[in-house]
């Protein structure tokens, strides 16, 4: 079962919806479920990983765009990896980068449901709940 946020699917859709036609990819990462908060964030055990964060996606990054591959963003730091397909079905292509774990989107943009789906690096569908938490607020220090 792979988890994710409701707050980081909609943040996402948006992301390629706002990118449509063009496809949008980035970097999405994991907290622990014992650091959320929210009406789900006790459903879950406390070490099971839980996608909530995402990276700002580098719309200029010409290697990117080309090769599917965030290069800048060491691998640590994103457990998997969105990607948009204005125009494709909702699989995982041979352009997307696959990491553990791969979400896919596809118009309609409105339709969460039937729209969005997670994978493995394999290409295989994999069971997917939205729940309702958030990871705590942070504050960076400059």
């Known amino acids: 079962m792979v988890y994710i946020t409701r707050a980081l699917v909609d943040v996402l859709i948006d992301l390629a919806s706002d990118a449509d036609p063009d496809r949008v990819g ?3 990462s994991v ?3 014992r650091k959320l908060e929210g009406h ?3 459903v879950l055990p406390p070490q099971t990983p839980v996608f909530t964060d995402f990276l700002l996606p580098d719309p200029g ?17 994103a457990q998997g990896q969105f990607v948009s397909h204005p125009i494709r079905e909702l699989e995982v ?10 979400f896919v989107a596809v118009p309609p943009w409105s339709d969460k ?4 789906a997670a994978f493995d690096r ?6 997917l709940e939205i729940i309702e938490a958030q990871p705590p607020e942070q504050s960076f220090s400059m």
């Not at 290697?63 to 730091?77: E, H, K, Y």
């Not at 292509?93 to 791969?102: G, M, N, S, W």
């Not at 394999?122 to 069971?127: F, L, N």
């Open 93 to 102: 292509t041979k352009r997307d980068d696959l990491a553990e774990v791969v």
């Open 113 to 116: 449901e039937d729209s969005f």
């Open 40 to 42: 789900d964030a006790d």
């Open 26 to 28: 980035t970097g999405v």
């Open 61 to 77: 990054n010409a290697v990117n765009a080309v090769f599917g591959v965030d290069l800048s963003t060491p691998a640590r730091q």
């Open 122 to 127: 394999m290409g295989e569908r994999q069971p």
């Open 31 to 33: 907290t622990p479920a």
